[in-house]
């Protein structure tokens, strides 16, 4: 292996690690069972942007299915006045939506981290 190959291979690797570190944080600082649990029963949307494939091999009753790459021109579908929670995998992606929306000005925005979480 060349070096130049050794240092992209390490890069790479710091990059996933730390990608699975930030992954981490947002479901351990993010909102307990107990919020969870109090959001979905206060009539929260929940919106899960995974691939439409992934969410048709299992998905949350009651949520619905924006997929990240569509999300900034569906964000229509998202009424503004009522709790928002967002699912995805890992928490990665509903990540970069919960940033999608706070931006457009949503006010009651939380990242589920992943989907199963909501079950």
Not at 44 to 51: E, S
Not at 60 to 83: C, M
Not at 88 to 110: E, F, N
Request: aromatic share 4%; charged share 15%; hydrophobic share 50%.
């Amino acid at each position: 292996m060349t070096l130049a190959k050794l240092i992209l291979a390490s890069s790479l690797l710091i990059g996933l690690l730390l990608l699975l570190r930030r992954v981490q944080l947002v479901v351990r600082e993010g909102l307990s069972m107990e919020d969870l649990q109090a959001l979905k029963a206060s009539g929260a949307q929940i919106v899960d942007v995974r691939t439409p494939g992934e969410f048709g091999l299992g998905h949350l009753a009651g949520s619905v299915n924006i997929p990240l790459d569509q999300f900034q021109a569906r964000l229509g579908e998202i009424d503004p006045a009522k709790a928002v929670l967002l699912c995805c995998a890992s928490g990665v992606r509903s990540g970069m939506a919960m940033t999608i929306l706070q931006r457009a000005g949503y006010q009651q925005v939380h990242n589920a981290g992943p989907w199963t979480r909501l079950q």
